[in-house]
């Protein structure tokens, strides 16, 4: 468990954003993001850039990638947005099947973007609240890991 890999639609506004804020709560992991359907090369959405920026994190340098099997299998957990994205990465990749989360558990994320700055901050809360949840759990997993000692 050395690596998160977190993924969306495109790479370039929920899972930049995810990826971020995951690097921010867990230092001394890996946090990989890219997406199912992301044309490779492309910035992070202005306005991600400018709401992350708010928070002290910089994603100015983000560039979108594909989604590799590589990445599926260096990575626990493998975080998606929505339950379609999850059926899709678990369809492309069987290997990941039983690995892969919504990084909130109980609804989707919805993708912000072209809509208005409401729908960022709504999908910049739900991610936030999903990275706080993951990084309690991942943290103790960790310990445990370290100690030997199941909590």
Not at 12 to 23: D, G, H, I, N
Not at 39 to 47: N, S
Not at 65 to 76: K, T, V
Request: hydrophobic share 40%; with cysteine.
């Amino acid at each position: 468990m050395n690596t998160i890999l977190v993924i969306c639609t495109a790479n370039v506004c929920r899972s930049p954003m995810a990826e971020a804020l995951f690097k921010q709560a867990l230092p001394s992991l890996r946090v990989l993001s890219a997406g199912i359907d992301a044309v490779p090369g492309m910035r992070a959405d202005p306005r991600v850039v400018a709401l992350l920026e708010s928070e002290g994190l910089y994603v100015g340098e983000h560039r979108s990638q594909q989604l590799f099997s590589w990445m599926i299998e260096a990575a626990y957990p493998v975080l998606v947005m929505s339950e379609r994205q999850k059926r899709v990465v678990e369809h492309r990749h069987p290997a990941a099947r039983g690995r892969v989360f919504r990084l909130l558990e109980e609804c989707d994320i919805s993708d912000p973007y072209k809509k208005g700055a409401e729908a960022y901050r709504v999908t910049h809360s739900n991610i936030c609240e999903g990275v706080e949840r993951w990084s309690w759990h991942l943290s103790r997993l960790e310990a445990e890991a370290k100690s030997g000692v199941c909590a």
